[in-house]
């Protein structure tokens, strides 16, 4: 896991209060959703609202994207670097 | 005039869970201190747990051994002031212009609880959540007595309050620390066990003085002493005596 990997886990525990979780339980290619870890589309909601928080990201609701973005904590890293803003905190 | 009996009992304060902690503070009550404990609800699995709150948890405490696995029963979910502690985040996030949290708003309205019992508890049936003045306690025996009347086998009753944060000091006086209490009820005529109460209302006309500290509480007193309560509130004076 790289930094933002491990950051963007981290942000899923603390967010969606995973308390039973380490950042190391989440593996980077892990689904996030559903038989995955188990996240609903209230966390799917929360989850959009804290990246765009953390790394200025605007997440289009109606994006068909959206899902595809949001599978993995990799590929939430991907869709942060290509469209994160750098100095966003 | 309500007559119904009392099959069980669960109540839950800061540092008061066990029915002999109860029995010790029913023989000489004291204020508690609030540090923000609360029960652990290990009996909800991890992904469930995390979305109660603290009054959520100390409601699922007190109200889970109140019905067995393979009974659906209904339930009368009651709280003066609710979520305040949600509320209140949110209303700090509108004071910042911060978007709202999904969460915290889906879960701060006043059934969510019962929604989340519902879930948890596989409970099919009626709930109902009510929010009255210093007699919702007794507002929420009402609803019982009428799902009793409707021909419910037995009722689960929940008073559940949270201290609420230091901002509402001054507005809500009535929480000096957080509590619930849930209670087991059926008909007093029918054959369930478990001592039998009145509950009576009238008109509060003598100007008596509300009685101290949250009426919850005093019944759960009165359950160990079997003295009669009365409860004046504003135009309101219910009476609660045991049924020899």
Redesign the interface.
Known sequence: MNDLERNIAGLIIETLALEHLKVDDIAVDQPLFGQGLGLDSVDALELALALQNRYGLKIASDSRDARRHFETVRSLAHYVEANGAPCAN | MIELAIERWRAWAPGIEEPAAWAAWSAAPRPLVDSGEQPSCDFVP??QR??LSRLARIVMHTAWPMCSDDEQLPFVYASRHGETTRTFAMLDDIGRE??L???QF?LSVHNAIAGQWSILREQRGESVAIAGEADTFEHAIVEAAALLGEGAAAVIVVLAEERPAVAYDGWIDDVPFSYAVALRVSRADGTAAGPRWRLSLRGNTEAAPSAPGPHALQFVRALHDGAILDHPWKTRRWTWQPVP
Request: proline share 30%; charged share 20%.
């Open positions: 991890p992904m995390r979305r911060a978007p949290s999904p969460t889906g």
